[in-house]
């Protein structure tokens, strides 16, 4: 089946499943068996379920380190888990009232890139309206 956009062998989402449910995270174990029970292309996984797959793969059984990598990856580096704001440098794990954008080159030579920004350096560039009540 496919997790995480890898595929692993049904006996190594076996193992998985076995892996989260003695973690605890029996919501993310219980998308993985479903997916093995019906049988399905593969669960549909929250970023939440993602962090919890890390967790039990801090040391992944041999057949899983290419899941660990891409987890690692999308977690850790992709825009979203944290941002950093292209202005100021500043970050932010959870980034409530950031504002992301899509910087697309005008000649169409370089591919579209995301510029992010921190709620006050985007109030100041792009009068960027935050949502009411955020800021007083
Ligand atoms: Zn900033």
């Known amino acids: 089946m496919r997790v995480w956009g890898t ?15 003695t973690a605890g995270f029996d919501s993310t174990a219980g998308k993985i068996a479903d997916a093995l029970t019906w049988g399905s292309a593969g669960p549909t996984l929250t970023p939440l379920d993602a962090e919890c797959l890390l967790r039990v793969l801090r040391t ?9 990598a891409l987890l690692v990856m999308s977690l850790r ?22 504002v992301a954008i899509v910087v697309e080159d ?12 921190c709620p006050p ?16």
Not at 106 to 117: E, H, K, L, S
């Open 7 to 21: 595929h692993i062998a049904d006996e190594l989402a076996v193992d998985l499943v076995g892996l989260l449910r």
């Open 77 to 98: 580096d992709a825009p979203g888990a944290a941002l950093s704001c292209i202005e100021c440098d500043c970050v932010s794990e959870t980034a409530p009232g950031w």
């Open 121 to 136: 350096c985007a109030a100041r560039l792009l009068e960027y309206a935050p949502r009411v009540g955020v800021y007083t």
């Open 106 to 117: 005008p000649d169409g030579v370089d591919a579209a890139g995301i510029a992010t920004y």
């Open 60 to 68: 992944p059984p041999a057949g899983l380190v290419e899941l660990r």
